[in-house]
C-alpha cells in the first residue's frame, strides 16, 4: 500500500441517491460562464450556464464572479454520483454540503454528504 492509499477516506451510503442532471456543466479554468441564482438548500452553490448550453451547480468558491458573468477558477464538472444505500465510497474534496466520490466500479461525481456515514 502507498501513503496515498493511506489517507484515502471512505463512506458507507446510508440513503440511496439517484443523479438529478444528466448532461451537467463541465468547465475549464479561464472559461466564461453566465451566473444564475444562489441554491437556497446549499449555501456557497450557484447555478452557473457554460456557452455551450449546459447548466449546472458549481461551488462559488470556483468562480470569479462580475455580475451575472464569471470565469471558472479552474476545471470542475457538475456530475451527480448515483448511489445505493450500503454502497462503499472513496471520498474526494467536499463543498458545502456535497462530495466528490468513487464508487468501486471507478464512477464519479457529486453526491449529498448526509446520505453518508464516513468511515
Keep these: 500500500m502507498n501513503k496515498q492509499d493511506e489517507t484515502l477516506k471512505h463512506a458507507l451510503v446510508v440513503r440511496d441517491y439517484h443523479a438529478q442532471y444528466s448532461h ?3 468547465m475549464q479554468a479561464g472559461d466564461r460562464i453566465q451566473i444564475g441564482r ?3 438548500d446549499y449555501q456557497g452553490w450557484i447555478w452557473c450556464t457554460h456557452s ?3 447548466s449546472g451547480w458549481v461551488p462559488e468558491s470556483l468562480v ?3 455580475g451575472n458573468d464569471g ?3 479552474c476545471d470542475y464538472t457538475a ?3 448515483s448511489a445505493v444505500t450500503g ?9 458545502s454540503g456535497w462530495i466528490w466520490a ?3 466500479r471507478g464512477e464519479s461525481g457529486w453526491l449529498p454528504i448526509d446520505h453518508l456515514k464516513v468511515e
Design 24 to 26: 451537467p456543466i463541465a
Design 102 to 104: 468513487t464508487n468501486s
Design 71 to 73: 470565469r471558472a477558477q
Design 64 to 66: 470569479s464572479i462580475d
Design 52 to 54: 455551450d448550453g449546459r
Design 79 to 81: 456530475k451527480e454520483l
Design 38 to 40: 444562489r441554491d437556497e
Design 87 to 95: 454502497e462503499v465510497l472513496e471520498l474526494g474534496e467536499a463543498h
